[in-house]
């Protein structure tokens, strides 16, 4: 049966390329990365391998990036790690829209005795960037904010909010996981502080993720027990997961050319669907989003029954 | 070339048929278990197959095991879990001999004001139990100790370490990674509240891990941001990754049957090297020990030269 799989903001298949590159790791380079001997040194270049493709993709050094296991534990670990750092400031600012795992964290910092501004979006799933610039001062801890969403694949003003926190000396960070692979990044140049990405959406596998720490910015470890990861993450690196991201990373440079197409084929996607039934209306900015997300209501209609 | 990897308490060499068991969701089975369609049901499935599977290798309830990241993450979870549920108590009891994950998580708590309190082992590697006994009293928050110790492969009385917890009421964390699949497990009957394993030690894949936290235990979750695991640590499942452990969970209850043969092998290699090299002795209790390690001074030499 031909399947057509529309649901890759919730995961991607990886890329038959992908598990190429992390079967030999699962089978004849087994070896523990902090093993002396060959086994594992074997593994811990690749590793710096991965980190390197991984760098390329998001426009940072190698030194920047830190792997984990997955995009929940990485924001939990931007999140917390960077407030730990700083506890003079006590407000975090996040916007409405924000994935669970930046959501739920910040209502945790909030029992804990953060003050936690929530920025909305306006009915087009537009930031509201004046509301922001009005709350952000020296007393902030934390920005929190995504570079897309993953429901509407509205594009965030990324640019200005640097500008905003940066007017504040207040640390940034952004959830890239759903923008990653889909428009061009550059960590480095964008200005974020921390950045999280996570291998299973952009063809990877599943269990994954990376996080980009700004050279300069200290934060704390949440996962500790070991040198790994500079003493930001302890635990055994998962070396064919890591490998397979890295490779991600690599076929990503050359997926983000066939963005266009992808765009064209959304687009033609909703103008049927637009025009074919009726009572149907595209939900978000549709001139600034991600090529390959879309968002349509049906008037009437319950989305589970449309889903399944 | 032929080689004897002998580093086993490091990593093992993911089995084949734990390699095929994975390959299907890396590939066709790639759903997100979160996703209600038939690509998701179908990695939900497997989800809850190798919660079977480990449950049946250590001996408790599907109900009472968590996947996570790797034991690094599962043993940091479980003790900064346990310890902000019942924050009256001020004290933590721990070895001299533990893994990182648990000494470095123990001193960073000791940092933030928790008292924490080392138990020693002698000289043949066993816990001094008269002194556990003597520091374990009603203001004690937690007692974090191992099964097993990955140097020596000395195995710890957790029988009675778990009587002197429940005397008290304190929550007993044990971490199980270097005994489990090395000697029969039984999470239910020790009567432990806590314990971690992780797939890379018994032949599963690197970077997953399961905790076990026995039913009624309340605790707090490490990684927060959406309902996987009942809550207790958000993020995308690594489907592939547990897969591997249930397939790594079901072949060690057959290697169980094994381990004789390994003691064996284990005690003529130690037998060999005592009786031609000069200056040589097993460090460690030798009867009560896991059978796949050695642990062997030679004097005058240096361990990294002997090593390479």
């Known amino acids: 049966m031909d399947v057509v799989y529309l649901d890759n903001n919730a995961t991607t298949k990886p890329a038959a390329e992908v598990v ?3 079967l030999p790791y699962l089978t004849e380079f087994y070896g523990n990365p902090s093993s002396v001997h060959r086994f594992g040194q074997r593994a811990r270049q690749a590793l710096d391998e991965a980190r390197g493709q991984v760098s390329t993709l998001v426009g940072c050094s190698e030194s920047e990036l830190m792997f984990g296991g997955g995009g929940t534990e990485l924001i939990n670990t931007a999140i917390r790690g960077i407030l730990t750092a700083r506890s003079p400031r006590k407000k975090i600012v996040t916007s409405s829209v924000e994935h669970s795992a930046t ?4 209502q945790q910092l909030g029992r804990e005795g953060f003050e936690v501004v929530v920025i909305d ?6 930031l ?3 509301r922001l610039r009005s709350v952000v001062d020296d007393g902030v801890a934390l920005v929190s904010i995504m570079w897309a969403n993953n429901e509407t694949g509205v594009i965030f003003p990324v640019e200005q909010i640097v ?3 940066k007017a504040h000396r207040v640390p940034f960070h952004c959830d890239a996981v759903q923008a990653v692979a889909k428009i061009p990044l550059n960590f480095n140049e964008a200005g974020v502080d921390l950045a999280t990405i996570a291998a299973h959406k952009f063809h990877g596998p599943k269990g994954v993720a990376a996080l980009y720490i700004r050279r300069g910015v200290r934060m704390r470890a949440l996962l500790i027990g070991g040198p790994q990861e500079r003493g930001r993450r302890g635990g055994t690196e998962n070396v064919p997961g890591i490998v397979g991201m890295g490779k991600a990373a690599e076929l990503a440079m ?3 050319q066939q963005m266009p197409r992808v765009a064209a084929m959304r687009d033609r996607l909703e103008r049927e669907i637009l025009t074919r039934i009726s009572d149907t209306a595209v939900n978000g900015r549709t ?3 991600i090529p390959n997300t879309t968002n349509i209501g049906f008037s009437r209609l319950e989305a589970e029954a449309i889903l399944l």
Chains 1, 2 share one sequence.
Do not use: N, P
């Open 20 to 22: 190429a590159a992390m």
């Open 103 to 106: 959501r739920e964290r910040c």
């Open 121 to 126: 979006v306006d009915r087009d799933g537009v």
């Open 128 to 130: 509201d960037l004046d």
């Open 163 to 165: 500008e905003i926190c």
């Open 254 to 256: 050359s997926g983000l």
């Open 287 to 289: 001139d600034q989003r």
